[in-house]
């Protein structure tokens, strides 16, 4: 009978480089490769795509190569039990609602206090970064969606397969149980403060910074607590559908 293969711990050193390498090249292709597409006039569509959709895209083959890489077999009850996919309980899916609960409270909350921090600015966007995302948020992406469903399933594609399981299974199906051989019960504390820093193309000054800590947080601590990656995965995809909201109203002709 085979042996299940021991994870190692990711201390500090370590958890600065699986969440820097991947900060620093997402930075880079966001902050540089994205701006000079947009003045090269590449479609925007497909300059979303090369970007957010392909590092996302990477996150998740990382996650699987990582999980292959610990010498696990390709078996879904496996798969399911490394990276903390079994069934939620009614306790899980508490937890998840208080996560989502909470997480709008304590952005309410806080809301004030980063404010303070505003003036602490660590650069300034490109702007032609400010302006697509500035499209983007808005569910246009600076083009006429009426009728493009093509569009809006390609987007829900990178926002709630690659985006959400890229991430998810990356932060909180591989590295997360492994911090927790290294920090304990307080694990959640470095994984969530390490995912903050990890946005840090969207974070042009410290007010930023703080704005994430209500949501990056509770989710790696509920992840912890409940040791099921199902409540980062709820709480992502709500977060992720206003913006596939958006666009099928667009596609709508609203």
């Known amino acids: 009978m085979s042996r ?3 994870l190692k711990p990711i201390g500090l050193i370590a958890s600065t480089g699986y969440f820097g390498i991947p900060c620093v090249c997402f930075s ?13 006039g590449y479609h925007p569509f497909l300059i979303f795509n090369l970007t957010f959709g392909g590092v996302l895209a990477a996150m998740l083959a990382a996650a699987l190569i990582a999980y292959r890489a610990e010498g696990r077999p390709w078996t879904w009850a496996a798969f399911c039990d490394r990276m903390r996919l079994t ?55 600076g083009l006429d969606l009426v009728g493009r469903w093509d569009i809006v399933a390609l987007v829900a594609v990178n926002l709630l397969v690659f985006n959400i399981l890229g991430e998810e299974l990356w932060w909180r199906g591989i590295i997360l149980p492994r911090q927790e051989l290294a920090f304990g019960n307080k694990a959640w504390i470095v994984n969530g403060v390490f995912w903050d820093l990890f946005h840090f193309f969207y974070h042009t000054s410290l007010a930023s910074v703080l704005d994430y800590l209500p949501l990056t947080l509770p989710l790696a601590f509920v992840a912890q607590r409940t040791r099921n990656t199902w409540p980062g995965i709820v709480g992502h995809f709500i977060g992720n559908s206003f913006l596939i909201i958006a666009m099928a109203q667009h596609a709508l002709g609203r």
């Open 28 to 40: 880079a292709i966001l902050l540089g490769v994205l701006p000079w597409m947009v003045r090269q």
């Open 4 to 6: 299940e293969p021991s």
């Open 87 to 141: 069934r939620p309980t009614r306790t899980v899916w508490a937890w998840t609602l208080a996560l989502l609960v909470g997480t709008s409270a304590l952005e309410y909350a806080t809301g004030f206090v980063s404010e303070l921090f505003a003036g602490v600015v660590f650069y300034t966007a490109p702007s032609e970064f400010s302006e697509f995302m500035s499209q983007m948020q808005a569910g246009t992406f």
